[in-house]
């Protein structure tokens, strides 16, 4: 880097993440987040250092995951994650040091992904972005990602009393989740429910004459599927009773206004907007469902 803070061409370099990046990439990810989420005075996705690095750590111990940081002269400044544990990818958590950023590393995070989805011939690949942050939507689009949709970020309210038709998700369950996801989404959400659940973040199921008719895994992190949006709109209150207010929060796809409507009657309160984008191959998703703050 020179005095005008121009990056020379070898002073980036992009190599595979290790555990030892995951100390100095959390503090980096927590800076990234609340640096544009206090200016724009939304609520923070990641309150504090700790969250960053339980939930990078949770990524990079994920073989379906792959990551890779940026280094600059040697220096961890960034880094990016492509999720490719069923046949649509995600991408995230993208990150870059606010020190350096609109200095072109995000660009090169961004195309490492579409060359890794390349690489491993993945023909989908999703991510939400942050509906404030107008360079990254603007990035994303000149490198090919399409806005698909905008989906709010929701906080629920717990439902009063639990559900006797809800139980806890177990592993005995994802070929249920396999076909609700299939059906609602148009691809099969399994095998990243499977980490998931491994991973110990918890998931529930709502059964109707002893058939699995939704399935909720909590996180931004987690998605959901159901039948009809009353047994959707169940599992969010039922679940949001069983966890902390922050693994509660889901994402409410706004092309269904009917569903968006009815979790606003039931008190649920918006946070913030994010947009959903795509690049390859895209089909609507056809049924009641919430994605995932990746795909």
């Not at 990810?29 to 206090?38: N, R, T």
């Not at 940081?69 to 990016?80: E, I, K, M, P, Q």
């Amino acid at each position: 880097m020179d005095a005008s803070g121009a990056i020379h061409p070898m002073a980036l370099e992009l190599v595979p993440l290790q555990p030892h990046h995951v100390p100095e990439l959390a503090r980096i990810c927590h800076g990234a987040f609340a640096s544009l989420q206090d200016r724009h005075r939304v609520p923070r996705d990641i309150p504090d250092v700790a969250t960053a690095e339980m939930i990078l750590s949770h990524v990079a111990g994920r073989s379906d995951y792959t990551g890779v940081v940026a280094l600059l002269d040697g220096r961890a400044v960034g880094s990016n994650f492509l999720l490719h544990a069923d046949p649509v990818a995600g991408v995230g958590p993208i990150t870059v040091d606010p020190e350096v950023q609109s200095r072109g590393i995000g660009r090169q995070l961004m195309a490492w992904v579409l060359e890794e989805t390349e690489r491993r011939g993945i023909r989908a690949t999703r991510l939400f972005q942050e509906a404030i942050n107008s360079t990254s939507l603007s990035l994303y689009t000149r490198l090919g990602f399409t806005w698909r949709g905008t989906a709010a970020a929701m906080q629920p309210v717990p439902a009063d009393a639990d559900d006797p038709s809800i139980r806890p998700l177990s592993a005995a369950d994802l070929d249920g989740v396999r076909a609700l996801s299939e059906a609602a989404c148009g691809f099969s959400r399994a095998g990243d429910a499977e980490r998931l659940l491994a991973g110990g973040i918890p998931g529930f199921v709502r059964a109707r004459q002893g058939r699995m008719v939704g399935y909720r895994i909590v996180s931004l992190f987690g998605h959901a599927a159901a039948e009809t949006e009353d047994d959707l709109l169940a599992l969010i209150a039922h679940s949001a009773r069983h966890v902390p207010a922050h693994l509660a929060v889901f994402l409410c796809p706004l092309q269904h206004p009917g569903l968006f409507r009815r979790a606003l009657e039931a008190g649920h309160r918006t946070l913030k907007q994010l947009s959903y984008m795509s690049h390859g191959e895209y089909a609507e998703p056809p049924g009641v469902y919430l994605p995932s703050i990746q795909c």
